[in-house]
């Protein structure tokens, strides 16, 4: 667990996604959850040390920042307005046969805690269209809209910290994944995120980092659109882009054990902005 500013704590090596929290007088906001089940209660465990756990935020809809909502029971999640369909989407597909049997071999500790009647579906309830501003123990917390890594994707700011937790939107030199993102969006977004001149960024993957690394994110999304454009520019079909090399345009590994496979992100990525460029040439 690292500390961040004076009143929030993340952990940055994880499987899955870099969760946070706040404390306050009132108790504790959270920023995603483990994706483990295992990781999920033990970081409970030590939140409830620094006071009540009030609320949860999700930044985005990717299984590794909501899986472990069930298992902060009772506690209020947080979301822009298009992640409930999705979360609702997601729980039952990431909890069936195959994903307990995966997990036997992958993370057998947790493998109790899966389906647990404890910890039911958790889904975001408060849902915020553009901008959601909370005050908690006299403390103030900003929940913005700034779609780019997805549709719903959220930053949570905390104006007395000067941190802001951005989901996907920053992967901070780990690998980029872009397999649903809107990558023009996402540069706008970045532009966002830097206008409100935090102190410190929480990424969604990889170390914190400063508004210094924002340029560099937005040059690996301009390198992969760039990269597209030229298979599209050559006349080549999705399926005939998938078979080029791999655009050598993000020089970072996947961090904390996303996939096992670059080539299958890599595909993912090419094969979204593939079908936006032509739907943009379409349109
Ligand atoms: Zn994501």
Redesign the pocket.
Known sequence: MRRISERIHAEIYFWG?NPGFFVTDDGLLMVDTPQQPIDAVRWRERLLEHGPIRHIVNT?P?A??ILGNSYFPGVEVIGQRGMEARYLETIPRMQGVERVETMKETDPDSVWLLNHPEYPPNPPTRLFDDELTLELGGQTVRCLHVPG??APQTAVFFPGEGVVFT??NVFHRVKT?IQEADPWQWLEALQRIAALDAAVIVP?HGEPCDNGYLKEQAAVLEGWIAAVEEFVRRGLTEEEALREPAPDVDPYPIGQRLFPSVDRVNGLNVSNIYRRLIARQEA
């Open positions: 996604c985005e990717h590794d920042h890594h997805t989901g996907d994944f969604g």
